[in-house]
């Protein structure tokens, strides 16, 4: 009867521990569940958050080009200003010697 009791009680003893070594076991596979679920909700956000900053600097390219543009023709209006200024300087000394002119043609005659 004593072997019959240790026999129980060993095999209890073994059902008992692999018990506990499977229940760690599954336990370890949660942890490695919960930390791939965890690596890729990181990587999700990394990756919208790359595509958002991809955005912002698309936005802020089109906003300088809009600016450059706008310099452009500021710059073609600053040329054209000038040239209507520069023209308009030669024209006025043109029109005295004109009628500068035609002051002597009457003198003369």
């Given at each position: 009867?004593s072997r019959?009791?240790?026999?129980?009680s060993?095999?209890?003893?073994?059902?008992?521990?692999?018990q506990?070594?499977w229940?760690q076991q599954?336990?370890?596979v949660?942890?490695l569940?919960?930390?791939?679920?965890y690596?890729?909700?990181?990587?999700?956000?990394?990756d919208?958050?790359?595509f958002?900053k991809?955005?912002?600097?698309?936005?802020?390219?089109k906003?300088?080009?809009?600016?450059?543009?706008?310099?452009?023709?500021?710059?073609?209006?600053?040329l054209?200003?000038?040239?209507?200024?520069d023209?308009n300087?030669?024209?006025t000394?043109?029109t005295?010697?004109l009628?500068?002119l035609?002051?002597?043609h009457?003198?003369?005659?």
């Amino acid at each position: 009867m004593s072997r019959t009791l240790v026999l129980v009680s060993l095999v209890m003893f073994i059902l008992f521990t692999s018990q506990l070594e499977w229940k760690q076991q599954g336990a370890g596979v949660d942890k490695l569940s919960l930390t791939s679920d965890y690596s890729k909700k990181r990587q999700h956000l990394s990756d919208k958050e790359e595509f958002v900053k991809e955005k912002i600097i698309l936005s802020q390219e089109k906003s300088i080009q809009k600016l450059n543009e706008l310099v452009r023709r500021l710059h073609e209006q600053l040329l054209h200003c000038r040239s209507s200024t520069d023209t308009n300087s030669t024209t006025t000394p043109l029109t005295e010697l004109l009628s500068e002119l035609e002051q002597h043609h009457f003198l003369e005659d």
